[in-house]
């Protein structure tokens, strides 16, 4: 299957929010984390400048290894067949009476007029649904360069009354690598050692010393200049069809943002590749043109364009049309993921994808679906905010749409998202497959959490021994306790509070920047050397010291949010008048979206976790003792200070009930 495994745009994984998104997948047992693993030649982690919650995983990626093994694993999967056909059209039966839907699919039909029976089906049409390919003037049907759209389908679907928009992206020209002058240019090496995405990985498949560099250089007056004189020659750009906000075209950006350098990164394709891809020039003027803006580059003087940059437009179904599970409301057991629900990038797409897998899984076995809140992931905060807001951009995750980012941090994904696919694994592979090895012991899940299916053997012990090793490393570290004096004469390096109150444990200490395992174990051997040892142990113990208190407030405010997302909030509530720690841009998206729940607030982009809390408790504490204080009788004649005194006493009363009944609020200053 030639185009199994394809990397259509960007050969490179992860980033600021996405990388987490690759590491939710894999803690489901999801492919792309392992494979980037065995593919990548650049790894770098972003936002090393900040804490580890927001830590972004990224890799250059080989696109002929990563090809390679994606059908290495997907050709050798039992029990999977893999048919490569059009889709032309749906076949559709009668709906099931139980379940929101005008019909139910019942399989598909190919382009050769063959069917294909099946009780759940995922569409995953990528840009290729109607998609239009345009480079300069010149327009073609295509959903990538040389592959054919689905016209068919699309149809089917705007026939079925979904709700059909249009979107558009883009990607560079790719230039040859031994045209290019990198003597000039700001280089970018790799992370040493490399940190693999895979909680299963030990350590990537290349050599430190063998990554690849990528190199940066910067757009110039003159290419700006080329791409204003010829914009009447450029269709892409004059349509209204919106496009990507976050990685925007050439052109976009230079009307967007005029008379600036704007940074291209020049990323490889490969170990052996002399492809070159230009991250941050995606351009769909005419190839002549194109290359006059490559020429105009510090470094591309004399690089040789391989491959034209060219535009896509293509049709997304508007995704509040989906379940949280991602089954259509109006197709009954039809799923949908990727960009065909409006997202960009392959992370946000993987993300989807095994949602919808699993939950089309558990759907045809009757089970009820497998949902991650926004509580529990970034998949979930994915989800919610695609079948809540919808979208009329390309869709990008990023952490600042994540609430309770303190919590999921990229390094306990496996601790918030494993334990939820275990026992259905065991039960439908001791089902499916009479002869496999059954687990060596049934896991213990909680009640509530056995939905998914889909973590294997290997992932669960290594996940149950991951967290042994946690627990039992933090009671260690908890355990081993010296007067601040001591601490100080065994690790002078570490400058420690003298405010702290001795005795501190060692797990106190691990929570200053200079401090770390290695430093502790040298401190003191046993028993902590043993911890030190296995370094993925070590990170995580240093990760889970250093966010101890963030981690336990902020679950405070998980469990407050939740406990309260049903909260309705007052409909005549002035935002810009009341008196809560509210920016001016959070008042306005308030009062513009007039939210009726808090858990309505949370979803509003641009509304920070802090915003959501302190209206939260604003509206518990103020508004409430407001209207109970109208409620009070107002009877009988006072004197102006007998008045006084007397609403005083009232209100005084109120405010010590409402503390006694919610302790939080007594943290908020709340003038009456």
């Not at 949908?336 to 629900?341: K, L, V």
Request: hydrophobic share 35%; with cysteine; proline share 7%.
């Amino acid at each position: 299957v030639p185009s199994l495994g394809e990397m259509s745009c960007n050969p490179s994984f992860g980033g600021i929010g996405k990388g987490h998104l690759v590491r939710e997948v894999d803690a489901l047992d999801g492919l792309c984390g392992r494979l980037c693993d065995r593919a990548g030649v650049h790894y770098k982690v972003l936002n090393r400048c900040k804490g580890p919650a927001v830590w972004g995983l990224r890799a250059q990626i080989d696109r002929r290894r990563y090809k390679e093994n994606v059908q290495k694993e997907i050709l050798n999967t039992p029990l999977l067949t893999v048919h490569e056909a059009s889709v032309e059209d749906l076949l559709l039966t009668e709906p099931e009476p139980d379940h929101p839907g005008k019909c139910q699919v019942a399989g598909v039909v190919l382009g050769d007029g063959s069917t294909v029976h099946a009780g759940s089906v995922i569409l995953t049409t990528g840009t290729f649904l109607r998609g239009m390919v345009l480079i300069g003037l010149e327009m073609h049907p295509a959903g990538r360069l040389g592959d054919q759209p689905a016209i068919g389908l699309a149809q089917t679907l705007e026939k079925l009354g979904f709700a059909v928009g249009r979107l558009k992206t883009g990607t560079p020209p790719r230039l040859a690598k031994d045209t290019i002058d990198f003597s000039g240019l700001e280089e970018r090496a790799a992370d040493n050692p490399p940190v693999p995405f895979s909680f299963l990985s030990e350590a990537v498949w290349i050599k430190p010393e063998d990554q690849l560099s990528c190199y940066l250089t910067r757009t110039t007056l003159k290419a700006q200049q080329i791409i204003h004189d010829n914009l009447h020659l450029n269709n892409h750009i004059r349509e209204t069809t919106r496009g990507p906000r976050y990685c925007p075209s050439l052109e976009s950006k230079v009307l967007r943002f005029p008379n600036r350098e704007h940074q291209v990164w020049l990323e490889p394709e490969g170990l052996e590749s002399n492809v070159i891809y230009p991250q941050g020039m995606s351009m769909t003027l005419p190839p002549e043109l194109q290359e006059q803006v490559i020429k105009s580059i510090p470094g591309l003087e004399k690089a040789k364009m391989l491959q034209p940059g060219y535009g896509v437009q293509y049709d997304f179904l508007d995704p509040r049309q989906l379940t949280a599970s991602l089954e259509s409301r109006l197709v009954q057991r039809l799923f949908f993921a990727g960009q065909i629900n409006g997202t960009t990038g392959y992370e946000e797409a993987a993300a989807q994808g095994v949602i919808a897998g699993i939950n089309a899984c558990l759907r045809v076995h009757g089970k009820p679906p497998f949902i991650v809140s926004r509580t529990e992931g970034y998949v979930g905060v994915l989800i919610d905010d695609l079948t809540t807001l919808g979208t009329s951009e390309p869709y990008r995750m990023f952490t600042s749409r994540v609430e309770f980012r303190m919590s999921l941090r990229p390094d306990n994904a496996d601790a918030r998202l494993t334990h939820r696919g275990i026992l259905l694994w065991w039960l439908l592979q001791a089902a499916a497959l009479p002869g496999c090895r059954p687990l060596s012991h049934r896991p213990s899940v909680p009640a509530g959490f056995e939905e998914a299916g889909c973590v294997s053997q290997q992932r669960y012990e290594q996940a149950v021994k991951m967290r042994a090793a946690l627990e039992d490393g933090i009671a260690t570290l908890k355990s081993l306790q010296f007067s601040i004096s001591k601490w100080s004469q065994l690790i002078p390096e570490v400058p420690i509070s003298s405010s702290r109150r001795s005795p501190v444990s060692a797990f106190d200490i691990l929570q200053y920047p200079e401090a770390n395992m290695e430093v502790l174990a040298r401190a003191v051997p046993e028993p902590l050397g043993k911890l030190a040892q296995w370094r993925e142990l070590a990170e995580r113990l240093k990760i889970e010291a250093a966010y101890e208190w963030c981690v336990v407030n902020q679950q405070q405010e998980i469990e407050e949010v939740r406990r309260d997302e049903a909260l309705r909030l007052p409909e005549d509530l002035d935002y810009f008048a009341i008196d809560a720690s509210l920016s001016a841009e959070v008042r306005e998206k308030l009062d513009s979206n007039r939210p009726q729940t808090i858990g309505a607030v949370s979803r509003i982009p641009g509304i920070t976790p802090a915003a959501i809390v302190n209206l939260l408790r604003f509206v518990k504490t103020n508004y409430q003792k407001t209207e109970k204080l109208k409620a009070l009788p107002q009877t009988g004649k006072y004197l102006p200070g007998k008045m006084y005194l007397e609403k005083a006493t009232f209100r005084r009363q109120v405010s010590a009930e409402f503390s006694e009944e919610e302790p939080e609020s007594t943290f908020v200053k709340t003038p009456l």
